[in-house]
């Protein structure tokens, strides 16, 4: 089966500029999680959403983050403005969400240097 | 709060050396525990979780409820073992929580 899909993979902004990323899921995964992995650090949620409906965005730092996800499919994570600190590799990832299937599936990342 | 440790950020063995990853968690329930391995340049996969009670690339973990551990174990390692691995907790219904990785170098 197809992977998640993110993009783009890499992203260099200076520091108050806006930024997007892309995450495709793998298809029927109910389950869709965003995180920022800082390095040397493993990877800290930022927002999760089941179907279309956020279920935990308690560490998502919303006076600069946005996330969505229409139709329950794609998402999209916006920082504005973004800062030094933004600079991560964020990760999306999807589960099936099901009682015996409860693994996350990773995509990629989004490399991101603010300077 | 759920919490999950890794001791050592680095772990070098020889190939053919035993090796043993340890992962400590903290949470009231009862979580379901995952290993996730980096690759380089690859993306973030599973390995094992303990609800599978499997053997994946040689690699197995135990759930220590009494010592709230999932330490992981292969007793021959080998170079391609190589990565960055994750210790991740989950509570059924919610999202997971990763411990801050362990580079598990293995020599030739």
């Known amino acids: 089966e197809a992977g998640v899909a993110q993009s783009p993979r890499y992203k260099i902004i200076e520091k108050r500029q806006s930024v997007a990323f892309w995450c495709n899921p793998i298809?029927?995964?109910?389950?869709l999680y965003w995180y920022q992995q800082i390095l040397g650090q493993g990877p800290k949620l930022l927002i999760q959403?089941?179907?279309?409906?956020?279920?935990?965005d308690s560490q998502l730092p919303k006076d600069r983050f946005s996330a969505e996800r229409l139709k329950g499919v794609d998402s999209t994570l916006k920082i504005q403005p973004a800062k030094l600190e933004d600079s991560a590799v964020y990760l999306c990832?999807?589960?099936?969400?099901?009682?015996?299937?409860?693994?996350?599936?990773f995509g990629q990342g989004t490399r991101l240097t603010v300077v | 709060a759920q919490r999950v440790t890794q001791p050592e950020k680095l772990l070098s063995v020889f190939k053919g050396a035993p090796v043993e990853l340890k992962c400590n968690y903290s949470?009231?329930?009862?979580?379901?525990l995952f290993w996730y391995v980096q690759y380089s340049r690859q993306r973030l996969q599973l390995l094992l979780r303990?609800?599978s009670r499997e053997s994946i690339k040689g690699f197995t973990a135990d759930l220590n409820k009494g010592e709230t551990s999932f330490h992981l174990k292969k007793p021959f390692a080998q170079e391609e073992d190589s990565a960055m691995y994750y210790c991740?907790?989950?509570?059924?219904?919610?999202?997971?929580?990763f411990g801050p990785g362990t580079r598990l170098s293995v020599l030739p």
């Open positions: 990832a999807s589960s099936p969400g099901t009682i015996t299937a409860t693994e996350a599936f």
């Open positions: 298809s029927g995964h109910a389950t």
């Open positions: 959403f089941q179907n279309n409906g956020v279920v935990d």
């Open positions: 949470y009231s329930g009862s979580p379901e």
């Open positions: 303990h609800i």
């Open positions: 991740a907790l989950r509570n059924y219904g919610q999202n997971f929580v």
